[in-house]
């Protein structure tokens, strides 16, 4: 198979399915930092199977991702608990863990201003996930894969009016801390 025919279809479909597969892994995950490591070892073993095996077979390329994902989540946190007495998952349906979310991207104006916005953004981010994991988990949900408040206090099963608190607490927090 040529390599940039495979690497195109690999581009495609992560582009296609990125947030979804970020969506599914955090809400499952303790921690932002643990579903990072997690979604790069998914298109890693989606790359590996593509270019060993081609992907003329995969009819639904977003459901076959899902189920890597599902898998990746199962074995990391099957290790984590054998070494850990935390728990991680948590419930949810078969459609909420598919929805698939458009991808929209902003343009900066220049590499500089886009530089400078993605440090300060990767600045606060890491400043609110190391304090309560909870909190990051809000964030990443809402500012990352564009989950409404509701959405995101069903998938973590606490109320509707906590991750108001946490989100608008910690946001008048970081504008301060930061002098925004």
Known sequence: MASDTLEAYFNKV???????????????????????????????????????????????????VINIAKFECKNFFGNAKKHSNATYFADYTEEQMVEIEAQMSKEQPNLEDAMCNDLLARQIFNDIA??????????????????????IADTLDISLSSVKNKLYRTIERQKKKFDL
């Open 14 to 64: 992560y582009g296609d399915t990125f947030r979804a597969v970020s969506r599914f892994v955090v809400s499952k995950c303790g921690s932002v930092q643990e579903s990072e490591d997690i979604v790069q070892n998914i298109y890693t073993r989606f790359y590996q199977r593509i270019a060993k095996k081609g992907y003329d077979d995969i009819e639904n390329a977003e459901a076959f």
């Open 130 to 151: 190391k304090d309560d994991p909870l909190i990051g988990r809000i964030f990443y949900l809402h500012f990352v894969c564009d989950m409404k408040l509701d959405e």
